[in-house]
């Protein structure tokens, strides 16, 4: 798969996250500095929403947007995936009110860039993009956006979303 960042092409670590996989179980870091594991949205569909930094406006855009949507949702879990510290997408959840999506940091083990093929190699940030899994923890719709700093298909990712409640 062919993804640039700013115009140059990236190299991707870890393996790509097809439709119709198993989603991989991960860790991350709570804006509390507490663990939380995948295993907490076992049972419910889950958007994962990763961006590469809350600190640009197309991530500042997209933890929004779907911050707004998660509220039309139900028995949905909405969660953004950073490799922002946790300090900062504290304060971006303040500023932004963000509150009805989970925001995670991948900084501390890269498990979920590395799990799902989002990690960018050159400049250990993650890749744009989404992926939904259904209830049964089968991941059914995967987006990773071919320009970095270009917005997801957001209409995609939610028409799928509620393909699945």
Known sequence: MDITFGGDKVT???NEIKVGDKAPAFKA?????SEWTSENCDNKVVVYSV?????TSV???QAKKFNEEATKLDDVNVVTITLDLPFAQARFCSNEN??????VSDYKDREFGEKYGFLIDEVKLLARGVVVVDKEGVV????YVPEVTDEVDFDKALE???KLI
């Open 59 to 61: 991530c500042a855009i």
């Open 51 to 55: 961006a590469p930094s809350l600190d």
């Open 140 to 143: 059914q719709y995967v987006e």
């Open 98 to 103: 963000i509150e009805n999506n989970l925001m």
């Open 160 to 162: 799928e979303v509620k």
């Open 12 to 14: 991707l670590v870890g």
């Open 29 to 33: 870091t709570m804006n509390d500095l």
